[in-house]
């Protein structure tokens, strides 16, 4: 997308440079009744891409979805990324410039978009921008997410939230996960699906929401490990990113020795809400075990740290939803299904966009910060009270 030197690239355009911590805030509240067009955007801990994903909502109900896409990180690119993961998040070498270009790849996603979308930036009315996690650590008080709100906001001459996590663990929240309200708006029309019900979520770190029926109300937490072990494990065999399809988890076979002992981590007994950074799981689970082996062992590592989560359920649910990659491989759902005893189904089964559906979450959270809406819980964060979160950076 941008050749050459990227410091060199970013003094020529003149982009601003955005201090970092810098808002344009706080919020104040907004009147009901206005229906926001909104983009959301994601990053996600699995490397793969950006999301980007328009929808039409109060910030209560999602009226109408719109066109999404996903923009691939290419190789180099990610291979910058993995070098700056960890505490030395934004102090790591190389980690500004990085940053700066990673808001730009966004502002392309978003332009990419508005384009399929025969739209126009002042047709937008916010746009939810996450970022990339780079490390994850409630208990200190720190969460890193790479990218520059403002930097975004004036490139697309479009009002931004960005840093959605930071005012929840500030108030000792875990920051994570953030998008149970949007599954529990999601599931007041699901189809077929009774209540209670639970929406997973397979990224590179997997999380959960229990949604109830009634009064039960909403309880989520990172549930351990996603699909960062097994491609971490993958990529340093092959070179590939993924185990496409399950082929390589298909070819081997578990071994249950090494799964029992992963599987009896004291964090599957740990009451929620807690949440996760993406390399604190299975670094070096399968260690001794072949490519295959090792694969099969960690998809049911995966799956079986996802079942253990219904130990905290306040009520047994019957229906699975499956989200984020996980749900493509078919050896990890074959596991879900014998790990959980339920029907499980992948998102994209019951009319939702499997792959779009984190992007459209931080569209809807960017409305819910703009009307001064709660984002986040005492069930699904451990926050104190319910509170709403994100800074909003208008173009300048």
């Known amino acids: 997308m941008f050749d050459g030197d990227l410091a060199q690239w970013l003094q020529t355009h003149n982009v601003r440079q955005q201090k970092q911590g810098e808002a344009f805030g706080p919020f104040k509240a907004m009147n009901t009744g206005k229906i926001y067009t909104a983009i959301g955007l994601m990053s996600g801990t699995s490397m793969d891409g950006i999301d980007a994903a328009l929808i039409k909502t109060d910030g209560e109900d999602v009226v109408e979805f719109g066109p999404s896409l996903t923009v691939p990180f290419e190789d180099e690119f990610k291979d910058r990324l993995r070098r700056i993961l960890g505490p030395a998040g934004r102090a790591a070498p190389g980690a500004d410039d990085l940053e700066r270009y990673l808001t730009i790849m966004h502002a392309d996603a978003v332009n990419s978009l508005l384009s399929r979308a025969e739209l126009e930036a002042a047709d937008i009315d916010v746009v939810g921008f996450h970022g990339h996690t780079v490390h994850h650590d409630p208990k200190n008080g720190i969460t890193i997410q790479l990218g520059e709100g403002g930097l975004l906001a004036d490139w697309l001459g479009i009002p931004v939230v960005s840093d959605f996590r930071s005012r929840d663990v500030n108030a000792g929240g875990e920051g994570a996960p953030l998008v149970p309200i949007f599954h529990a708006a999601l599931l007041k029309s699901a189809p077929d699906v009774k209540l209670p019900a639970a929406v997973l979520n397979i990224g590179g770190v997997s999380n959960v929401t229990w949604v109830g029926d009634g009064d039960d109300g909403l309880l989520a937490f990172d549930t351990g490990p996603g699909n960062a072990p097994l491609n971490e494990w993958v990529l340093g065999h ?149 509170m709403s979160g994100g800074n909003l950076h208008q173009p300048s």
């Open 238 to 386: 092959t070179g590939a990113d993924l185990d496409r399809d399950g082929v390589l988890a298909q070819a081997g076979t578990v071994n249950e020795e090494v799964l029992k002992a992963a599987l009896a981590h004291d964090y599957f007994d740990r009451k929620p809400p807690k949440s996760l950074d993406r390399q604190e799981f299975c670094r070096d689970c399968a260690e001794g075990l072949g490519l295959a082996d090792g694969a099969a062992t960690i998809t049911a590592f995966i799956a079986g740290a996802s079942a253990r989560a219904a130990e905290h359920f306040p009520k047994p649910v019957n229906t699975w939803i499956v989200t984020g990659g996980g749900r493509l491989n078919p050896v990890l759902m074959k596991h879900l299904r014998e790990a959980t005893h339920a029907d499980v189904r992948s998102a994209d089964g019951i009319g939702w966009d499997g792959d779009a559906m984190e992007a459209q979450a931080f569209a809807y959270l960017a409305v819910r910060a703009e009307r001064w809406l709660p984002i986040t819980f005492p069930t699904t964060t451990g926050v104190p009270e319910p």
